[in-house]
């Protein structure tokens, strides 16, 4: 029979008593303690946690799910910190569409609203948005893209944009109270 989290967490905790006398001299950093939080995803604070990187996976453009899962905090807090400080996560892009008559790269989250925004015209399911796109030389990839992934240049589209934008740097995604007409 498998063990629990809790169990798991109960054999470490037991382990690091041995190693410290108490678990309340172990450091935050011990990859152990860290196993611990990963396992129990209790609410903890923020201070004496080092979200430095949580940031630089935020602006690459992460979903809170990986960042909770790579740097061992759990995802409640990892939204608990992004809420506390107002940031807000980057939408991740199913779609790139390609003109095989250019290198340009277009990245969206809804093909429906890239396919209308590409072809000038109303488009209300996927099947069609696919085979418009087709009928006019473009080839669609569906993949979860990060922000990150998508090159300077390219362009992308996300519901709330009532036009394409131009990728400009890692810093240049245009969140929904930001856009403008």
């Known amino acids: 029979m ?8 109960l054999l470490i905790i037991h382990e690091l008593e041995k190693r410290f006398g108490s678990i309340t001299k172990v450091p935050d950093y011990d990859p152990k303690m860290q196993e611990i939080h990963r396992l129990l995803p209790l609410d903890r604070p ?6 430095q990187r949580v940031n630089w996976l935020y602006r690459q453009g992460y979903s809170i799910a990986h960042i909770a899962q ?19 996560p980057k939408r991740e892009f199913k779609y790139r569409v390609k003109s095989n008559s250019s290198t340009v790269a277009y990245y969206g989250t809804s093909l429906i609203h890239l396919a209308s925004l590409l072809l000038h015209k109303d488009i209300n ?3 069609t ?5 087709n009928e006019r030389g473009f080839s669609i990839r569906t993949h979860n893209f ?10 992308y589209c996300l519901s709330y944009l009532k036009k394409l934008a131009i990728k400009q740097g890692i810093d240049s995604y245009i969140y929904p ?3 403008q007409l």
Do not use: C, M
Request: aromatic share 18%; no cysteine; proline share 2%.
């Open 125 to 127: 399911d996927t099947v």
């Open 70 to 88: 790579v740097t061992h905090h759990s995802k409640a807090a990892i939204s608990k910190y992004f809420s506390t400080y107002n940031i807000k």
């Open 46 to 51: 923020f201070k004496d946690v080092n979200y």
């Open 2 to 9: 498998e063990l629990t989290n809790y169990q798991r967490a």
């Open 129 to 133: 948005a696919k085979k418009q796109l």
């Open 146 to 155: 990060i922000w990150y992934q998508i090159p300077d240049g390219d362009y």
């Open 177 to 179: 109270d930001e856009y």
